[in-house]
């Protein structure tokens, strides 16, 4: 299979889920007629709450910055000798991490998030998706298959793991190797807690990589309401402990319905399901139809994946199979 069929090739447009104009181009509906089940952002999103005026009207403080990392190193368990960065998103951070190295061979094993071998191929490195390599990066769990790694799999001078889907499973995140030189992990705080507007990420290392990315960055990176609501949100254990169970359930539920209608389990998370159809081309337009929207992907003719739909969705989804 080439790197074109893996989503690897760096002239090739980057699919992502979402793009829900797109589809309202296509099949009609106003945007709130639309269920998007394309991403794999929590349908539940954390309450948003006690925002001031301030947050808004005036530029982040360094105290506020230091709350949000105190809050995001004690959920996280971040390791002592790790330094936390706030980001306006991970996608903010992805883009910049492959100038950390002199440019050569980075290792991404597909299929997975495609970013990662589109930032790297704009700074000039070589993206293969096996063999020895100058960097590498892992998806963990992957997506979109939901592929857990292991500590044996960080072996690059330069390795990313990328643990945006790791909230809904905590106890397989390798946030305990974020103090070994060359490791950067990544979290993403829109997708546990819904909050994808919001822009908000974390990339977590040695102090002397997290200060170069730092410096990439910029001051004021991320805005007064999003740190206050992500320090909110990272200290509400309670919230997230309810919130795993949930998720689980609502894929529990998923799959069990959409086993009934012939499809096969291939893997994912609590906060998407991949699944193998005879025609994912079909099943998005008969999704589509009933306006919703579906992720299917340019390197196969069977893979299907849903997101979780909101409370009144599951009726419109199970109506449409």
């Known amino acids: 299979m080439s ?19 797109r589809a309202i181009v296509r099949y009609g509906g106003a945007r709130a007629d639309w269920i998007d089940l394309s991403t794999g952002i929590n349908p539940h999103p954390y309450a948003v709450a006690g925002l001031t005026a301030g947050d808004w009207a005036e530029l982040p403080d360094h105290g506020a910055f230091e709350r949000l990392s105190d809050a995001a190193r004690r959920f996280w368990n971040v390791p002592q000798g790790a330094a936390i960065l706030p980001a306006p998103g991970a996608s903010a951070v992805i883009s910049r991490i492959p100038a950390l190295a002199a440019s050569g061979r980075v290792q991404i094993t597909p299929p997975t998030y495609n970013e990662h071998a589109a930032a790297f191929s704009a700074q000039g490195w070589r993206v293969q998706p096996e063999g020895a390599a100058d960097a590498r990066v892992i998806v963990h769990p992957n997506n979109p298959d939901g592929r857990i790694w292991q500590e044996s799999d960080v072996s690059a001078p330069l390795t990313v793991i990328d643990e945006s889907f790791c909230d809904v499973m905590p106890e397989v995140s390798l946030i305990h190797l974020a103090e070994r030189p060359g490791v950067i992990v990544l979290k993403s705080f829109g997708k546990f807690w819904g909050l994808a507007g ?25 805005s007064g309401p999003a740190l206050r609501v992500g320090t909110q949100a990272l200290s509400d254990d309670d919230w997230a402990d309810a919130t795993r169970a949930r998720l689980a359930d609502e ?43 579906s992720r299917i992907f340019p390197y196969s003719e069977s893979f299907l994946r849903l997101g979780l739909p909101p409370e009144r969705g599951w009726d419109r989804l199970e109506a449409a199979l």
């Open 3 to 21: 790197k074109r069929d893996h989503g690897l090739d760096p002239r090739a447009v980057r699919d992502h889920g979402g793009g829900l104009d």
């Open 198 to 222: 919001m822009r908000l990420g974390f990339a977590i290392g040695r102090p002397e990589l997290i200060n170069r990315l730092n410096d990439l960055t910029g001051p004021w990176s991320v």
């Open 251 to 293: 894929a529990a539920r998923l799959d069990a319905l959409m086993l009934t209608r012939g499809a096969d389990i291939v893997g994912g998370t609590s906060l998407f399901r991949l699944y193998r159809v005879d025609d994912a081309s079909g099943w998005q337009d008969r999704l589509a139809r009933a306006h919703i929207w």
